[in-house]
């Protein structure tokens, strides 16, 4: 008999997850998807560990008590752990940048991707223009603003194009013309089937792409769903209308 060989969607599952900081309880959840194709805003006000969530996830900490399992992801050669570090990429709100130029650490990530090269160099043109960058690409990285880095970073994710990608206050350094462009790159994103987890403290300019929201409060986080009104159709409309540019 034939075995259908559906693919499912890349996903982290935490289940019953305690954090805690030596004796102070940070925060439980149940049960919490972070998947492919769902845009999650991570709510919660300062010091309640949102940042500390988003490094569970990405696997560089381990809770305290629960489980952190990923699905989807192709399995790891025999020789390195099938562990989820690196199965989701996490943007700090102050990202980490390589020594070098714009266009370097734009492109030298590239180096590790199986992706045709001719697609990653025509996402990278597209990147560059989507993100602004174009006069700033010889200059180095390190001289650049906290929001042309936070733009620089966001840009090489959306070249990517991770299965899952946390960003961690992605708008925090940022004018609204910037956040209008990580606005607009962050919607491409999520028509791609990106699955991802943004955090900030409150409603802001990115939240109208989210469809689900996580809330970190009283020590408990909870999952919900944001009213369906909110749509990529209308990001996208807001964004083209404001910048008067067309998204393809
Ligand atoms: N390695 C650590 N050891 C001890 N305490 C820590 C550690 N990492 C984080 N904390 C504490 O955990 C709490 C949550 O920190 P976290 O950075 O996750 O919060 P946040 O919600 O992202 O805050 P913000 O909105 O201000 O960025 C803070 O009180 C912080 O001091």
């Keep these: 008999?034939?075995?259908?060989?559906?693919?499912?969607?890349?996903?982290?599952?935490?289940?019953?997850?305690?954090?805690?900081?030596?004796?102070?309880?940070?925060?439980?959840?149940?049960?919490?998807?972070?998947?492919?194709?769902?845009?999650?805003?991570?709510?919660?006000?300062?010091?309640?560990?949102?940042?500390?969530?988003?490094?569970?996830?990405?696997?560089?900490?381990?809770?305290?008590?629960?489980?952190?399992?990923?699905?989807?992801?192709?399995?790891?050669?025999?020789?390195?752990?099938?562990?989820?570090?690196?199965?989701?990429?996490?943007?700090?709100?102050?990202?980490?940048?390589?020594?070098?130029?714009?266009?370097?650490?734009?492109?030298?990530?590239?180096?590790?991707?199986?992706?045709?090269?001719?697609?990653?160099?025509?996402r990278t043109e597209q990147a560059i223009d989507k993100a602004q960058l174009r006069h700033l690409l010889t200059q180095a990285a390190s001289s650049l603003s906290g929001g042309e880095k936070q733009r620089l970073a966001?840009?090489?994710?959306?070249?990517?194009?991770?299965?899952?990608?946390?960003?961690?206050?992605?708008?925090?350094?940022?004018?609204k013309h910037s956040q209008h462009l990580v606005l607009q790159m962050i919607a491409d994103l999520k028509q791609q089937g990106t699955g991802m987890l943004i955090s900030s403290h409150q409603t802001c300019m990115l939240t109208k792409v989210c469809d689900h929201a996580w809330l970190v409060c009283d020590k408990t986080i909870t999952s919900s769903n944001i009213s369906a009104n909110q749509d990529i159709a209308k990001a996208h409309i807001d964004v083209s209308t404001r910048l008067n540019v067309s998204i393809g």
């Design 1 to 122: 008999m034939a075995t259908i060989n559906r693919k499912i969607n890349a996903r982290i599952i935490a289940t019953n997850i305690e954090m805690r900081f030596e004796n102070k309880h940070l925060f439980s959840a149940t049960k919490l998807v972070f998947e492919q194709n769902r845009v999650i805003h991570l709510q919660g006000d300062n010091g309640c560990g949102k940042t500390t969530l988003m490094k569970l996830l990405a696997g560089f900490i381990e809770p305290t008590a629960g489980t952190i399992q990923a699905q989807g992801f192709s399995a790891a050669p025999w020789w390195r752990s099938n562990s989820i570090t690196g199965k989701a990429i996490y943007l700090h709100q102050h990202p980490y940048l390589f020594e070098g130029s714009v266009m370097y650490n734009l492109t030298y990530p590239l180096r590790f991707l199986s992706t045709d090269r001719e697609i990653l160099k025509d």
């Design 154 to 175: 966001i840009a090489r994710a959306w070249i990517i194009q991770p299965k899952l990608l946390m960003l961690d206050e992605p708008t925090s350094n940022m004018d």
